[in-house]
């Protein structure tokens, strides 16, 4: 199927752009084919952009280009209107396994800080409010791990440590998808909350509709065989948004109409 999303370059600054990206494994299994994004900087303000996507379509692989951790077969990934160079860095929270067993949560958080060169001092304050933030106070002392911290309060070390230095973008791998029901929901809550007080770019990756629509401004549909961002969905809710939310009939449609567009795409 064809490229469906055509982006307007406008006079913003680029901030993410992945430019005609194939990845082939094995010589010839072709799992992402010819995909474009561009996300623009706005500048004090961010967006919250949601990859949307069946499994297996090669979300998580777009994440790891704009991570570093991966670079396509071909194409090129470009941050901040440049070519990606291994001196690039930009944060990202995983499913699980976000945090570091081996610190206390005030370390973990503080850590978000240190190669900034920011001061002790500061790192300290600045690691308690976030901490703050995301629902944490009692826990600085504890060690980042199971079962002393839950998998809901793990992610929420994540979150404040990959936050605290207030990046310019942040990529979050299905941050929530280990969680149970009522967790996740919390996290949706806490997250958008953040978010609206923190000035950068979300790159939020997930195969919950409902999740993404509670999430984005805009949602970007993958198809799969070979992976490729398909359609694109502004979401134009105010923030801040609450749980109510979900029980409105204009986002009920949108559910359905992205839960439509999903089945075509991959059937
Ligand atoms: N090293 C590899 N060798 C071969 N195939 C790979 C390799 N890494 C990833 N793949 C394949 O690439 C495809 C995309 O993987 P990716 O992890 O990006 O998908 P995803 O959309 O994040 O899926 P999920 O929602 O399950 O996390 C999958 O079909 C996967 O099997
Ligand atoms: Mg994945």
Redesign the pocket.
Known sequence: MSQEVQFANTDLPDLIQLKDIS?V??GN?V?IKDCNLLIEDKPGKGEFIVIL??????????LRYIAGLQTPTTGEVHLNGKLRTSKDSVGMVFQRYSSFPWMTVQQNVELGLVYAGVSAKERSQRAKAMIEKVGLVGHEGKFAQYPALSGGQLQRVAIARSLVSNPKMLLL??PFGALDIQTRLQMQEMIQRIWSEFEGTMIF?T?DIPEAVFLADDIYI?GRNP?NIKRHFPVNFPRERTRDLKRSPEFNKLVYELEDEMMALNK
């Open positions: 990845q494994y094995d299994k799992v996507g069946p499994s297996g379509c090669g979300k998580s692989t777009l791998d299905e990756v195969h993958m992976g």
